[in-house]
């Protein structure tokens, strides 16, 4: 190893362990469900992404098996070759009959899906509006497309107005866009779409929601612009296929030019392999399920109240989540976690979510219910929450 690069890492890793931000990974030993097994401990799983618990349903599984069985284990070639199997195409069809648009395209990842579309439209002669607690793939995104990055007050539409008035009456700029998560991850709650739609029409701004969050969760599952009611008016709805949907994947939902144009020119879609046919399969199957049936939604959004209201009961500061997204806001970094770790020790598996990632001094431990869960695994966590949060006088 070069010693430039020897002495770069041994002075930045031992600062981050001094500054308790090194982050060590747990594996799971089991999937990823609402019980989950770390180093032989079974825990009450309150960390994953896998809101409607579809990771391992049976259906998605039997799909993805017959997929494998038909295409193999690889895609074989990126999406402009011959990697666009029919079932990319499906999985495409699928999306924009579920997000009510006229076409879709689909992505490795969410993240390499915010690579891929905001610099196919946007350059350096342009300007993006960013909402300050935008998701990290957003903001690499933006950078990457070269653009000049305005950011807005977290869900501050007069700040919003002020910088949308002043960039496109600047002239500086060709084109401007207005970016924002559909649902913010860290407390839950959603964009104020309709008013920033409102917005964007009188300064004619490019409206583009990644609704990581929001899909398979908001709006009867559709996501957060189906919430609002407004499919026509958001020019890029991006989603996952790695939350909700529980495989892997990303995609941008919208106008067929739009995609016509995303499909000759995102970097991701032209130079990296599609993803495996089992992962296009169980998407489709995921999505389909989806837009036949309420039934895991109505659950998940069940659950998510029943814990809210548990922990709210017991005195715990949830903050203003709109979402099952539940927030148990601490404070102070160490404490927070100090709480996790000992809800782990007592058999729950919540993160504790610390400043950079939120702002200093609203550290949170952080839960997300799913459709998976039962109520006396719930029931079960609010016993311990209130054991360990009167152990360390939280309430
Ligand atoms: C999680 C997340 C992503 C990344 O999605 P992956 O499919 O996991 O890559 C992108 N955007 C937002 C807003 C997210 O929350």
């Known amino acids: ?23 060590e990974i747990d594996p799971l030993e089991s999937a990823n469900g609402p019980v989950i097994t770390i180093g032989g401990k079974k825990l009450l799983n309150l960390s994953s992404n896998n809101y ?31 990697g666009t199997l029919n079932l990319h195409v499906q999985l495409e069809e699928a999306i924009a009959r579920f997000k009510g648009t006229e076409d879709a395209i689909s992505f490795q990842s969410g993240f390499n899906c915010n690579m ?11 300007a993006i509006l960013s909402d300050t607690l935008n998701h990290a793939s957003i ?28 960039a496109t009456e600047s002239g500086k700029y060709n084109k401007v866009m207005v970016i924002t998560d559909g649902v913010f991850s860290m407390d839950g709650d959603i964009a104020k779409l309709p008013e920033i739609v409102e917005i964007a029409k009188e300064f004619d701004l490019i409206t583009y929601v990644d609704d990581a969050h929001g899909s398979g969760v908001t709006g009867d599952g559709a996501g957060t612009v189906k919430h609002f009611g407004l499919q026509k008016e958001i020019d ?12 892997v994947g990303g995609y941008v939902a919208g106008k067929r030019k739009l995609i016509q144009w995303l499909k000759v020119r995102s970097r991701p879609f032209l130079f990296s392999t599609a993803v495996t046919p ?7 199957k995921a999505i389909e399920i989806l837009t036949d049936s309420k039934e895991l939604v109505e659950k998940l959004w069940d659950n998510g109240r029943y814990l809210k209201e548990g922990l709210k009961k017991l005195g715990f500061d949830v903050g203003n989540s709109e979402t099952p997204i539940t927030p148990c ?6 404490l927070t976690q100090t709480f996790s770790q000992r809800l782990y020790e007592e058999g729950v598996y919540a993160k504790a979510i610390v400043f950079p990632t939120v702002p200093r001094g609203t550290g949170r431990v952080r839960n997300m219910p799913t459709a998976a869960h039962t109520k006396e695994m719930l029931d ?13 006088n939280l309430i």
């Open 139 to 166: 903001i690499d995104g933006c950078r990457l497309s070269k653009a000049k990055i305005i950011t807005y007050e977290h869900s501050d539409m007069d700040d919003l107005r002020k910088k949308a008035k002043e």
């Open 52 to 82: 409607l618990g579809l990771a391992t349903d049976e259906r998605l599984i039997e799909a993805a098996r017959e997929a494998l069985e038909k295409y193999g284990v690889g895609a074989g070639a990126v999406r402009t070759i011959n």
């Open 116 to 126: 891929a579309a905001i610099s196919a439209v946007m350059d350096k002669n342009d």
């Open 278 to 284: 089992a992962d296009a399969a169980a998407s489709r």
């Open 236 to 247: 890029f709805q991006i989603g996952t296929l790695s939350k909700a949907i529980g495989v």
């Open 380 to 392: 079960e966590v609010i016993a311990i929450y209130e054991k360990v949060g009167k152990e360390l």
């Open 329 to 334: 806001i601490v404070g102070d970094e160490k």
């Open 1 to 23: 190893m070069s010693t430039i690069l020897d002495r770069f890492l041994d002075t930045n890793i031992q600062d981050l362990k001094d500054r308790g931000l090194y982050n």
